[in-house]
């Protein structure tokens, strides 16, 4: 199985302020992965796929990069409804496979 | 807007088996395929398994082999997950999604259902 890792774990920041964070698979995966937005007690949202394709209807201060093993989502400018946790998955083979998440909170 | 209405909370005992519905529109049920993701307690998301709704033809990893089944119902547009010998580590939210291709990111997500296992 494909895993993934992302880094940080958890991150805070203030409203305005430009964020990224990193997912590494273990191994290449091309650009087969997506990029999720989770809020507390709601379902998942796309925000990314293939690596790099915004979502219809996601706001354009996400960005997404990267291809083989390590990718990148960006937030160029944090708004109040970004705090969440975001999950990068997987598309390259089964079982598709989630990373860990990283928390980013208000600072 | 899109929508997977799923079935309400479950609480079962160890060993137990439950069942999660899964109800889409029927041009969705019929153009994509679905997929089941759960989430255990303050934890992340983990990959159940996939259905092509109008086939009945699934794929589980390997983990759930035996355990798992998912099935179809094409009259009333809806797609199920069975989860048997249900343990306490099964206790999470099951989510179903929705996929345009087999090998396609979750565009779209049920609103989830909470399932307990406790004795």
């Known amino acids: 199985d494909i895993q993934l890792t992302q880094s940080p774990s958890s991150l805070s920041a203030s409203v305005g302020d430009r964020v990224s964070f990193t997912c590494r698979a273990s191994?290449?995966?091309?650009?087969?992965l997506a990029w999720y937005q989770q809020k507390p007690g709601k379902a998942p949202k796309l925000l990314i796929f293939?690596?790099?394709t915004l979502q219809s209807g996601v706001p354009s201060r996400f960005s997404g990069s990267g291809s083989g093993t390590e990718f990148t989502l960006t937030i160029s400018s944090l708004q109040p409804e970004d705090f969440a946790t975001y999950y990068c998955?997987?598309?390259?083979?089964?079982?598709?496979?989630f990373g860990p998440g990283t928390k980013v909170d208000i600072k | 807007q899109v929508q997977l209405v799923q079935s309400g909370a479950e609480l079962k005992g160890p060993g137990a088996s439950v069942q999660v519905s899964c109800k889409a529109s029927r041009s969705t049920f019929r153009n994509y395929f679905f997929h089941w993701v759960r989430q255990a307690p303050g934890q992340g998301l983990e990959w159940l398994g996939r259905?092509?709704?109008?086939?009945?033809?699934?794929t589980f990893p390997q983990k759930f082999q035996g355990r798992v089944s998912m099935t179809s119902d094409t009259s009333i547009y809806t797609v199920y997950i069975d989860l048997k010998r249900l343990k306490s580590d099964d206790t999470a939210v099951y989510y179903c999604?929705?996929?345009?291709?087999?090998?396609?990111?979750?565009?779209?997500w049920g609103q989830g259902t909470q399932v307990t296992v406790s004795s």
């Open positions: 191994q290449g995966i091309s650009n087969y």
């Open positions: 999604a929705r996929s345009e291709q087999w090998l396609a990111p979750f565009d779209s």
């Open positions: 259905i092509n709704p109008n086939s009945g033809d699934s």
């Open positions: 998955q997987q598309l390259n083979s089964y079982p598709f496979t």
């Open positions: 293939s690596a790099s």
